[in-house]
C-alpha cells in the first residue's frame, strides 16, 4: 500500500492523498510535508462558514480535491470539480474513490474561458496557455510547446454556459475559482449562470499571473459588480493591490 498511496491525510474526517504514486501535485510542499500545519486556514474558515448542507458546489481548479472533499465534508448535494491537469487529475479521481463520493461528484478535464478553443497547461506552474490571440506567450513557452515538451500538457477550454451536460443546468449555490491568472476570462464564460443564480464566489486572484491574458484585478470587480455582486477581503493584503500579490476574495 505504501507504494501506492504516498501521503493521506484528513480533511474533516475525510482521507486526502496529496501525491499518488509518482504522480505529485506541484502544491505538496504548501501543505502535505506538515500534517500540522492547516492549508489556506483563513479561506477554509470562510468557506466552512458559508457553504451550507445541500448546496451545489462548482470547483473550478479542483487540483487534488481539497475544496471538492471540504464541501463533501460539509455535506454538499453534489460537486463539479473542474481540473484539466492531468496528474493533479489522477490524484483527485483517487480522492473521491477513496471517499466513496463518485455518485456525488462529476468531474471535468476541462479549463473553463470564455471561448472554446485548443490549449495547453504548463504542469510546472499549473498555467493555462490558451491558443488565443489575446494572451501573450512567453517566447520559451513557445518553443518549448513547438518541442512538444513533456511539461506542457494539451487540453482545451470551454464556456461554461455552453456547456450541454444536463447537469450543470441545476442551480449552482457555490463556487470556489483559483486558475491562475484565467479568473476574469472564466467568469465571463459563465455570466449567464451567475446573473441567474447568484452564487457565493470563493476567488483567488493572481494580478501577476492575469498580465499574459491581459487582464487585471480591477476589471473582476467592475464585471461581478455589474451583476450585482459585492466582495470582502478574506486573505491579508495591502489595500493597494500589488501587482506580485496573491490573495482570495469572497464575493456574495
Do not use: R, S
Given at each position: 500500500m505504501r507504494n501506492q498511496i504516498e501521503y493521506i491525510s484528513s480533511?474533516?474526517?475525510l482521507?486526502?492523498?496529496s501525491h499518488l504514486n509518482k504522480c505529485r501535485s506541484i502544491f505538496y510542499n504548501f501543505f502535505y510535508i506538515n500534517p500540522k500545519k492547516q492549508y489556506e486556514k483563513k479561506e477554509t474558515e470562510i468557506f466552512s462558514k458559508f457553504f451550507?448542507?445541500?448546496m451545489t458546489f462548482l470547483d473550478v481548479g479542483a487540483q487534488t480535491g481539497y475544496y471538492s472533499?471540504?464541501?463533501h465534508s460539509l455535506g454538499a448535494k453534489i460537486v463539479f470539480s473542474f481540473e484539466p491537469?492531468?496528474?493533479s487529475l489522477k490524484i483527485l479521481n483517487s480522492n473521491i474513490s477513496l471517499n466513496n463520493?463518485?455518485?456525488k461528484t462529476i468531474i471535468f478535464q476541462k479549463a473553463l474561458y470564455d471561448i472554446t478553443t485548443k490549449a495547453h497547461i504548463k504542469s510546472t506552474r499549473?498555467?493555462?496557455i490558451p491558443n488565443d490571440k489575446r494572451f501573450s506567450l512567453k517566447e520559451t513557452d513557445k518553443k518549448d510547446i513547438k518541442k512538444k515538451s513533456e511539461n506542457f500538457i494539451r487540453t482545451y477550454t470551454e464556456v461554461f454556459d455552453n456547456l450541454k451536460n444536463v447537469s450543470l443546468k441545476k442551480k449552482i449555490d457555490f463556487?470556489?475559482?483559483d486558475i491562475e491568472g484565467a479568473e476574469l476570462n472564466a467568469l465571463k464564460g459563465m455570466k449567464k449562470m451567475l446573473k441567474r443564480f447568484k452564487p457565493k464566489l470563493l476567488l483567488s486572484i493572481h494580478p501577476q499571473k492575469m498580465v499574459p491574458f491581459k487582464t487585471n484585478p480591477r476589471e473582476i470587480y467592475i464585471f461581478l459588480n455589474s451583476i450585482g455582486y459585492k466582495n470582502s477581503r478574506v486573505t491579508a493584503t495591502n489595500k493597494k493591490l500589488n501587482i506580485n500579490e496573491n490573495y482570495v476574495d469572497l464575493f456574495i
Open positions: 480533511i474533516n474526517g482521507k486526502y492523498i451550507k448542507k445541500g472533499l471540504l464541501a491537469d492531468i496528474h463520493l463518485n455518485h499549473m498555467k493555462l463556487v470556489k475559482m
